[in-house]
């Protein structure tokens, strides 16, 4: 049974950090890109960052260059996937979503792209 599971999210000040898990079983997910979304309250789904399975490759939204980062644990059976937040900002309060896919390559911030997804972390950012 193919599983991903955010955690970590929850209620910071603008400015605080967060660091968000996304716990992926069920696949051999360490051979998977794995990405990270957002939707914000009555828009899109937007594309946060990407990381391919070695680490090697990775992309970020312009939005959150030089503060959000990236990383992973392939050691285990469940592969995490983390996404640290730093100086996060009130317009970042959304849902945050936690995906994968088979390869790195083109349209990695296109959620079209991905196959698994987890279900979302509420994160809220107060002014």
């Known amino acids: 049974q193919v599983q991903l599971v955010e955690s970590g999210g929850g209620l910071v000040q603008a400015g605080d950090s967060l660091r968000l898990s996304c716990a992926a079983s069920?696949?051999?997910?360490?051979?998977?890109?794995m990405g990270w979304f957002r939707r914000v309250p009555g828009k899109e789904r937007e594309f946060v960052a990407a990381?391919?399975?070695?680490?090697?490759?990775?992309?970020?939204a312009d939005s959150v260059k030089g503060r959000f980062t990236i990383s992973r644990d392939n050691a285990k059976t469940t592969v995490t996937v983390f996404l640290q937040m730093n100086s996060l900002k009130f317009e970042e309060t959304a849902v945050y979503y936690c995906?994968?896919?088979?390869?790195?390559?083109?349209?990695?911030?296109?959620?079209?792209?991905?196959?698994?997804w987890g279900q979302g972390t509420q994160v809220t950012v107060s002014s």
């Open positions: 995906a994968a896919r088979n390869a790195w390559g083109a349209y990695v911030d296109y959620e079209g792209s991905y196959d698994y």
């Open positions: 069920g696949r051999t997910f360490s051979r998977h890109t």
């Open positions: 990381l391919s399975r070695s680490g090697a490759n990775i992309r970020y």
